[in-house]
């Protein structure tokens, strides 16, 4: 093959088809070509593109585009534009494993409910879960949320250990922890509209 084809599924997904090419060259045909990708989908939305906005810790910052490593500046946060995707991924998860443990194990103690298993995944819909065997996995795109956020969400899955439903009981659990959990819960919503 001596082509490069691109194709941007009904799922958003971008699809290369090439051989005998570096993957800086296929990043910088991406880059050549992103007008028409966008143009291609009428609601296809640059999440890293210059301007827009990125979150970390309830504070929003404004894209920048260089070409080295993630950093901040004021009120804007610096990404490579074709590898701005992977940089954010990467600090995310990053930022989870450095603060959401100690936040687990203080709420652990404090409810009196411990996972068997603390893991991270990166997803699109759920901030957590918590399987019947006691393992909880949190979403590293949690540290976009402010710090009370993040607690109610640790607090909802710390629940879950208790009741693996979503009955009067179990939120009367995450009540006695946040009693304005249904307010947070609401920003949350209200937040998530902006973020995903």
């Not at 084809?5 to 060259?25: F, Y």
């Not at 203080?106 to 006691?134: H, I, P, V």
């Not at 993040?150 to 909802?156: A, F, G, K, M, P």
């Amino acid at each position: 093959m001596k082509r490069i084809i691109m194709r941007l599924s009904a799922k958003n997904e971008l699809r290369l088809s090439a051989s005998r090419l570096s993957k800086k060259q296929v990043n910088a045909f991406i880059l050549e070509n992103k007008t028409w990708v966008l143009q291609q989908h009428g609601s296809f939305k640059d999440i890293y593109a210059q301007g827009a906005s990125f979150y970390y810790l309830n504070e929003k910052f404004s894209i920048e585009h260089h070409s080295s490593a993630l950093c901040f500046k004021d009120k804007s946060v610096y990404l490579h534009p074709t590898k701005a995707k992977l940089q954010c991924d990467n600090f995310y998860k990053t930022q989870a494993k450095a603060y959401l443990p100690e936040r687990v194990q203080f709420w652990q103690e404090k409810m009196d409910l411990y996972a068997t298993e603390l893991g991270f995944r990166l997803a699109k819909r759920r901030w957590g879960s918590c399987n019947a065997k006691g393992k909880i996995s949190l979403n590293p795109y949690m540290m976009k949320l402010s710090f009370e956020m993040i607690d109610y969400i640790i607090i909802h899955e710390l629940s879950h250990l208790k009741h693996l439903n979503h009955s009067k009981e179990f939120y009367q659990c995450i009540q006695d922890y946040m009693p304005r959990f249904k307010e947070v819960e609401k920003e949350i919503k209200a937040l998530s509209l902006k973020l995903h």
